[in-house]
């Protein structure tokens, strides 16, 4: 069964066959075997932008919340689950009135009663009033004796908001006891910060306490790019019956990159996108610079890469904020930013044009001569393997794989291909070729038995 995905793939229906029969695999509860996972991976290099749910009409499929397998683990790469969600909620169907992407504004902290009325007051002056007011309540500091939020006490004080700006409020729950207090208090959204992420013990302790609760809930990446870590916590969610979930990348912890106060990874928001069709992530470019300046040059790669919102830390006077003084931006310079934005137009929202089509068209075919020509090599990998078998050679030679490697990147290279790219399309290769000649030896093996 595990060679049943050959190479001879070319059209449209033969696409939806493959994909079909790797979800059914997943279904069944089969380790995935790596030549579907290159498949999978040249289609999804080939249409970053499609739609790739594996949506299975099974019922049985339908009821399970989630589905694993576990890939082999290829080369270069650290794809470790698949896993199939019954579509969520979007933001859209949250009820915040959305017609562009989320705008999420307000301070880093609530400080005081004054500092939110003056925060509202200047945003309705602005003419610049998000779709979600953000405040954090209970701060998660590095350092003991800091701000560490002014707790609940803050939570009266959003009626504020709902009196000026009439729009719903978010704030961050690290345990189950700020769940409980949020709840009292009718926070509308909640968002669990990037040190809660990172350990799986205190977001369980969080989703038991919304077991059975109607709100969305946003989860921060964690700290370090653990895409596995960011997919646990939203899977905890959703097992308890979160449905409204969204994801917030704010960048990750690098020691060596001083540039960013937490370095975007945007293949991390990207890979989630794909492995749940229909996660919308929000972009925080504020914990991502940690400095006003360069905050909307984050926020426009963010919109390039087609990512659903922004959380922009917004507060009347930045520099005496209490918490994230220097990366504060005032309604004013919010809305200078929010307007100089080149929104991109979602394509899943939109009919593609013909010139798209017809270059969609040109991809799709070109992607049949790739699958033809990969068809061949493997041909001639096969007869390179019947005569490694009938001379008794091993199957992997070190100086072969190494000039293998060199020329065909250094080719890759001239052709403007990334040395990243071309190294881990070899491995792949290589890989596959490897295992198959294998392969053929121990079936060679088997009949001389
Ligand atoms: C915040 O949003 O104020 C915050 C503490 O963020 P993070 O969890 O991303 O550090
Ligand atoms: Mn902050």
Redesign the pocket.
Known sequence: MNHWLGWQIGNKASENLILFLICLRLHLGHVIHSTDLFYLLLLLLSKPKSNRSCVLSSQKLKENKTQKARFERVGLFSFQTLRIMKPHKQIKDWGLGLTTPLIIAGP??AETPEQIEQICKEMKEENMVPQLF?A?IW??RTRPGSFEGVGEEGLKWMEIVRHHLNIPITT?VGNASHVEIALKHKVDVLWI???TTVNPFAVQEIAEALRGVDIPVMV?NPMNPDLELWMGALERMYAVGIEKLAAIH?GFSDAYDKRFRNKPNWSMPIHLKRQWTGMEVIN?PS?IVGRRDGLLEVAQSAMNFGLDGLMI?THHDPDKAW??AKQQVTPARLKEMINSIDFKESLEAMQPDEKLQDLRRAVDHLDDQLLDILQERFAVIDQIGAHKREHHLSVFQSDRWKDVMESRTQKGVAKHLSEKFMKELLYCIHEESVKRQEKQLREGEALKK
């Open positions: 880093c902290s953000r954090g701060k998660p961050e910060g990037a040190r921060k704010r925080d914990h830390e918490s994230d």
